[in-house]
């Protein structure tokens, strides 16, 4: 079986850097009982929104299979655990906290600090409650102020036992996706309902770090964004002003609020209607202090101009595609990396999601992602590059511990470094969690 590896004066190697695998809520929970419905669920029960027509009733029944999935966790030898927390099943509609959904959390929180692993909590991985989509989801400014009390709950419940709190994953994913494209819940499809989303996203994250700040004052805050670096499709000019253009809309949209207050100047070639309301202060809340941003990386983006002063994204050309058709590009990863830490004042980073879906065959009990492998093998080294450029990277987490519900695509793309069979929620160690188990072993 081949091996991860990294070069012998790494920084990586050493342990202080942070290692660990990453889940979200609705993708692997199940136990829908136990929780008031969310957008996801909804979503799910509209025709053709999922590919394989499935949805998150039972997912990898992590609920019933937890302390199973920690011992897991724990075999591979990880410094730490990413998870995040099903809003839905800690709050009642009523605004109460629900009590046994609380103390599930706790459960596991306590049971990963006991094995020694530390917990990173995100508050927030696209799982809002579905009454409060009825009043308007996060296109509705009380969405955010939901959101902060909700955090508050959690915070106090779980206190400092948890070592990071995120309190957003992927707030692109949530506004384009769910508010302008549609194509993840709840399925809005409009520029200005995007861009509205986005803004009322930031702004809960803004109002959540209050009371994070107060509740776990020794707890690492900040949030998680997901970037893909964005490339022009020729040298022309119009291709290269497409590029960032896209670069602006798709990714610094997200973090310039945040470290700079001000949202990119792309901004005003939209159209005034399509603009986001924005409060006096909003700005000021949203620009708060981080201790840390967490970095999600797949892959590239590629971009021409569309003739008309716009945008248009290329289907990728030239490097080798994972089963989601993403371009395997591990030199962008550490182009983005450095060009962020040249264009901002960064917080510490962490590496909160990377890795790759394949079409994985479980044989004779073994599953053989050599491809995995090497995508960990070069992203890493792709990792350790950007840190030897001076970017200061922490951590770096493996996305996903296990296969899961990959949002509209259902369960036909895996993701795990484990294998699961949802007939009989079995899990087996694929290669590359074996490989990954192993290069954690090896360390310094
Ligand atoms: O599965 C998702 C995850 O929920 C958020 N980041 C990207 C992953 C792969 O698409």
Same mark, same amino acid.
């Given at each position: 079986m081949s091996t991860i590896s990294l070069p +012998? $004066?790494?920084? !990586?190697?050493?342990?202080?850097f942070t290692y660990g695998v990453a889940t979200s809520s609705f993708q #692997? $929970? *199940?136990?829908?009982?136990s929780r008031i419905p969310c957008i996801w669920d909804t979503f799910c029960a509209q025709p053709n929104t999922i590919a394989d027509s499935s949805n998150g009733d039972l997912a990898c029944e992590h609920v019933k299979y937890w302390q199973q999935d920690v011992a897991m966790i724990a075999d591979l030898g990880v410094d730490a655990y990413r998870l995040s927390i099903a809003w839905g099943r800690v709050m009642n509609? +009523? *605004?109460?906290?629900?009590v046994q959904g609380l103390q599930f959390y706790k459960d596991l929180v306590t049971a990963l600090r006991q094995k020694n692993i530390k917990v990173f909590v995100t508050l927030y991985h696209w799982d809002l409650p579905q009454y409060l989509e009825a009043q308007g989801g996060w296109l509705n400014r009380d969405t955010a102020y939901a959101f902060a009390l909700y955090a508050d709950v959690v915070s106090n419940a779980? *206190? $400092?036992?948890? @070592?990071s709190y995120a309190t957003l994953n992927e707030p692109f994913c949530s506004a384009y996706l769910g508010y302008e494209e549609g194509i993840h819940a709840p399925g809005k499809v409009g520029q200005a309902y995007g861009r509205q989303a986005a803004h009322h996203l930031l702004l809960a994250h803004g109002l959540a770090m209050q009371a994070l700040r107060h509740n776990v004052p020794n707890s690492l805050c900040g949030i998680v964004l997901n970037f893909s670096t964005a490339y022009s499709a020729t040298d022309s000019q119009a291709d290269i002003d497409a590029a960032r253009m896209g670069d602006e809309y798709h990714?610094?949209? @997200?973090i310039q609020p945040l470290l700079e207050g001000t949202y990119p100047d792309? !901004?005003?070639? #939209? *159209?005034v209607d399509a603009q986001p309301h924005i409060a006096p202060g909003d700005m000021d809340i949203i620009a708060q202090k981080n201790d840390f941003i967490g970095v999600n990386y797949y892959t590239r983006a590629v971009y021409r101009s569309d003739g008309e002063g716009w945008f248009e994204q290329v289907v990728p050309q030239g490097h080798a595609l994972t089963a989601m058709g993403w371009e395997i590009v591990p030199d962008a990863f550490t182009k983005l990396l450095v060009e962020l830490d040249q264009r901002y004042d960064l917080p510490p980073i962490y590496i909160t999601e990377n890795g790759a879906a394949f079409d994985d065959r479980l044989v004779a009990g073994e599953v053989v992602d050599q491809q995995r492998i090497d995508y960990f093998n070069s992203h890493l080294r792709a990792v350790d590059n950007a840190i030897k450029q001076g970017v200061d990277i922490r951590g770096y987490f493996a996305w996903s511990l296990m296969d899961n519900f990959e949002w509209a695509l259902g369960y036909s793309k895996r993701f795990g470094i484990v294998y699961v069979d949802y007939a009989t929620q079995q899990r087996t160690l694929k290669h590359s969690a074996l490989a990954y188990k192993a290069m954690l072993s090896n360390r310094l």
């Open positions: +012998d $004066e790494s920084p !990586m190697l050493r342990r202080e #692997i $929970e *199940g136990a829908t009982e509609e +009523d *605004g109460s906290a629900n779980l *206190g $400092e036992q948890v @070592y990714n610094h949209w @997200y792309v !901004m005003s070639q #939209i *159209g």
